[in-house]
């Protein structure tokens, strides 16, 4: 019988560790350090190549501003995608460094990051979706790649410590509100590839019930013919090596500054070195609103907590069930050498005899427990 009770007991540890492991690969399938993701690949009928969608980011519990690099592969498949809200809400994000893979940041991606204070956008990104930089209130510095085409309605509003915005060459439209509500940016170089930009994208603040005018807001156009249409008022600006000042929307701002090399250039450090990462050096020109810089893709994702915490317990199981296992081999050699020994001294067999025992004590019990009822019922027919 105690070998019946040491199977069930192996059978159990068995069981568990089987399911710890079945959850560990299925809880974090999708995980890959502090990120959740999604494997996208084609279904039947569609041709594009396996990527990755970053999903979300889980922050250890550490109240102290971080610098997070999101991955650029994970199993040898490349991140393409920032999705929806995968990073809305992280209040300790300080500055996140975006891999070159990355085409796509989708809407509210890193919406109310609170601590958030520079974002470099690379080349590789075409599409900024709407409110997704909305409410990062410490936000200050922003380097869009010249990959990105479109910049989605109320992209960066709210953002009302953002001082330095560059926009890539590339750019054609800028959404509704993109910039609504920047009040300390009181100046942006529109570059030459810029078709559109829409109400209230630019110089505009919410004054109680109006919409009010940033004070002193100017665009500096990149070329000839870079069209401003802002609040629905377009400004047309002719290539000329002087200044040129016109009126947008009343109070707006339009100068061409094509001639940008005769001003002068201004280095400053806007994040602190620290042993995970280099510092960043960003070239700003004042005179021009122009920003150059380069990213730094150095930093290791960190493992996540969680899946550390699962694997001990897988751990702890598997060598707990060796353990057993081994137990078990050698209660059974040594029972099956008892056997051996009783069946050539012409005894009882151990299994036999601890049968034939474990039976007698089961009678025993049984019949203490029927004399008891007749006891009881006694009692009640005696009353």
Same mark, same amino acid.
């Given at each position: ?14 069981t568990?560790t ?7 690969v299925?809880?974090y ?11 996208i ?14 999903s ?27 999705s ?9 994000l ?6 070159d893979?990355v ?5 509210a ?44 309605d109320?992209?960066?509003k ?10 890539g ?6 959404g ?6 920047c ?19 630019f110089g ?6 109006e ?8 665009f ?9 249409n ?51 050096d ?19 994702p ?30 059974s ?28 004590k089961?009678a ?5 427990? &029927?004399? &008891?009822?007749e ?9």
């Open positions: 019988m105690k070998s019946l009770k040491i199977k069930k007991v192996l059978f159990i540890m068995l568990l089987a399911v710890f492991m079945l959850f560990s299925t809880a399938a999708d995980e890959y350090g502090n990120f959740s993701y999604n494997s690949e084609p279904e039947e009928g569609e041709e594009f190549e396996p990527y990755i969608e970053i979300g980011y889980s922050s250890d519990d550490n109240e102290e501003p971080v610098a997070v690099q999101i991955p650029d592969v994970i199993d040898d498949v490349p991140v393409t995608a920032i929806a809200s995968a990073f809305s809400g992280v209040s300790n300080k500055e996140v460094i975006i891999p893979t085409t796509t940041i989708e809407n991606a890193f919406y109310d990051c609170h601590d958030l204070e520079i974002v470099v956008i690379p080349d590789s990104v075409t599409y900024i979706g709407e409110s997704a930089f909305q409410s990062c209130e410490n936000l200050k510095y922003v380097i869009i790649g010249n990959g990105v085409k479109l910049i989605g109320i992209a960066f709210d953002c009302v410590a953002l001082e330095v915005v560059s926009i060459s590339a750019v054609e439209t800028i509704n509100g993109a910039f609504y509500n009040t300390a940016l009181t100046d942006v170089r529109i570059p030459a590839s810029v078709k559109e930009i829409e109400k209230l994208a505009y603040y919410q004054n109680g019930s919409d009010a005018v940033v004070d002193g807001f100017t500096y156009t990149d070329g000839a013919n870079a069209a401003v802002a609040y629905g008022a377009t400004a047309d600006v002719e290539d000329s090596s002087e200044d040129v000042s016109a009126p947008v929307a009343g109070a707006l701002a339009v100068i061409n500054n094509s001639a940008c090399a005769e001003h002068s250039v201004k280095y400053t450090n806007v994040r602190t070195a620290t042993d995970s990462y280099d510092g960043l960003v070239a700003f020109c004042a005179d021009c609103a122009s920003v150059v810089t380069q990213p730094n893709y150095d930093m290791e960190e493992e996540s907590s969680s899946s550390l915490i699962t694997f001990i317990i897988i751990a702890v199981l598997v060598v707990a069930f060796v353990i057993l296992l081994v137990w078990y081999v050698k209660m050699k040594k029972r099956r050498d008892a056997s051996i020994a009783a069946y050539n001294a012409g005894k009882p067999l151990p299994d036999v005899a601890e049968k034939e025992a474990q039976e007698k089961e025993e019990k049984y019949a203490k427990k &029927k004399a &008891k009822q006891a009881n019922l006694r009692k009640y027919i005696d009353f």
